[in-house]
């Protein structure tokens, strides 16, 4: 084993394992600040940033890896591979988060209440702690079995 594989792994062990469960503990903490009634975008931010620091090292290894290290394309071809990320995954998201939020202010329910009540508050803690359970489950369950399909 000489250096360079050795930072290689270490990287990939950051990237892939340590990052991802420090979001998971990071959000975890932004729910508890939040339905105390606390300052909680640090810990918000603090776990959407451990997030972009896994994905963008697993986004940069795929972009990568399209194509041999000697073919003159290989750049071309991992902008390529960005720009169909972005049209056939970041967008559609982006327009169903923002046909839940046309439904939403359609129907008044951020006229009506605002977060600062208590109930409304810990309505939406206990909202976030059920998704935010059942989003790490997921991610164990793919942890265990392996990265079978995945390239």
């Not at 932004?30 to 776990?47: C, D, I, L, M, P």
């Not at 963008?56 to 194509?67: I, V, W």
């Not at 359609?106 to 059942?134: D, I």
Request: some cysteine; aromatic content about 12%; charged content about 5%.
């Amino acid at each position: 084993m000489n250096l360079s594989n050795g930072l290689l792994n270490l990287t990939n062990w950051l990237g892939n394992v340590i990052m991802p469960a420090l979001a998971g503990l990071f959000a975890a903490a932004a729910v508890y600040q939040f339905s105390k009634g606390r300052h909680h975008h640090q810990f918000a931010y603090a776990a959407l940033a451990s997030l972009m620091c896994s994905g963008l090292l697993r986004a940069m290894e795929s972009f990568s890896n399209q194509a041999a290290w000697n073919n003159p394309d290989r750049y071309w071809i991992s902008i390529l591979t960005l720009v169909n990320w972005v049209g056939n995954v970041l967008l559609p998201l982006y327009g169903v988060l923002q046909v839940v939020l046309a439904v939403t202010h359609y129907a008044g329910l951020l006229e009506r209440m605002t977060v600062g009540q208590a109930w409304v508050r810990n309505l939406v803690a206990a909202m976030c702690s059920f998704g935010l359970s059942g989003l790490l489950r997921l991610g164990e369950f793919w942890i265990q079995h392996g990265t079978a399909g995945v390239p």
